[in-house]
């Protein structure tokens, strides 16, 4: 963040009525998006029938932590800005640090994802045992273990919060030796090389799928089952990539764009709006990429993934009583 914020700096808005109303519209509409949309994502990835595997709990596991920054934004930002309230603002140091925290959180999940599904195309017999019950709970652990560590305990420890600055209407950065050490190395690089590890394992998931599929296409011409399962790793590759690239789009905004930005709309724009909306399309993409989805979605039963067997599932890719 490219604050030259302080607590000290926060005081009462400076901003019109009117500019608040806006600023509280525009992240309420995205933010209730993108809440409703993670929390339909982790209620269907932990009933459908085709997501109980890991990367169905993967998915399942970012998406608690994006409706958690997601209700922040509604519950919390929104309110704050639109009423002007100090006993928020000064809050706010430490409200910074949960969106941060959740924000590492969808990005590691996002780069154990990727490894999931290169995994899944590369090793389609191993997978099963790369990928077991206790492996991919690690694998949640760790995406939660290490954003405790950088996000919380070090911007803790080093006294490096980030309130929120009325001037532009989002969550700047206590100034200091120490927080501009922690911002360049434990946030810029530590997120632009998560978001740049993602991008080579989204590429050599790109080169997999092209070097099995003339092997795959012999194996699919015999089994339906086998081309449909295909076909849906590719679905979730496809959605690896279009989240990734957001992900990079926002980080590019958020860091390096802002910072050229003398306009308070216009880093609004850049980083508050950005960062609340990167959390929206994230669960959208994979709404929309998942036919099986988008139908319980429609009919809204959410007891239906439990009794409902679909005949291409990929369960069989993830079986439960193959872990341990």
């Known amino acids: 963040m490219m604050s030259n914020g302080t607590l000290d700096d926060v005081v009462p808005g400076v901003s019109s009525q009117t500019q608040r109303f806006f600023v509280t519209l525009t992240i309420f509409l995205i933010s209730l998006t993108g809440l409703i949309g993670n929390l339909a994502v982790f209620m269907f990835a932990t009933t459908l029938k085709t997501l109980q595997n890991s990367f169905g709990r993967l998915s399942a596991s970012q998406s608690f932590a994006e409706a958690i920054l997601c209700a922040v934004f509604v519950l919390f930002y929104c309110p704050m800005v639109l009423f002007d309230i100090s006993s928020f603002k000064f809050a706010s140091a430490y409200v910074g640090l949960v969106l941060l925290f959740c924000y590492d959180v969808c990005i590691f999940s996002h780069l154990f994802i990727a490894v999931n599904r290169l995994c899944a195309i590369s090793f389609p017999i191993e997978y099963n045992n790369i990928f077991n019950n206790r492996n991919t709970r690690f694998l949640i652990s760790l995406a939660y273990a290490i954003p405790c560590f950088t996000s919380i305990y070090m911007h803790l420890a080093n006294n490096c919060l980030l309130p929120y600055v009325d001037f532009g209407w ?132 959410i007891g239906r993934g439990r009794t409902t067997r679909v005949t291409y599932s990929t369960q069989q890719l993830d079986n439960p009583s193959s872990h341990n």
Not at 191 to 202: H, Y
Not at 269 to 286: E, G, K, N, R
């Open 170 to 301: 989002y969550f700047g950065v206590n100034t200091s030796a120490d927080c501009d050490v922690i911002r360049f190395y434990i946030d810029f690089c530590k997120d632009f090389g998560v978001v740049a590890a993602i991008a080579v394992v989204d590429v050599g998931t790109i080169v997999m799928i092209k070097v099995t599929a003339p092997g795959m296409r012999l194996i699919s011409a015999n089994c339906v089952q086998s081309q449909k399962k295909r076909e849906r790793e590719i679905t979730f590759v496809k959605q690896c990539l279009i989240q990734g690239a957001v992900f990079a789009t926002e980080l590019v905004f958020f860091f390096i764009i802002s910072t050229m930005q003398t306009q308070p709309v216009m880093i609004f724009l850049c980083t508050t709006v950005a960062w609340s909306l990167v959390h929206t399309i994230d669960p959208l993409v994979l709404i929309l990429l998942n036919r099986e989805f988008r139908n319980m979605l429609m009919k809204n039963p």
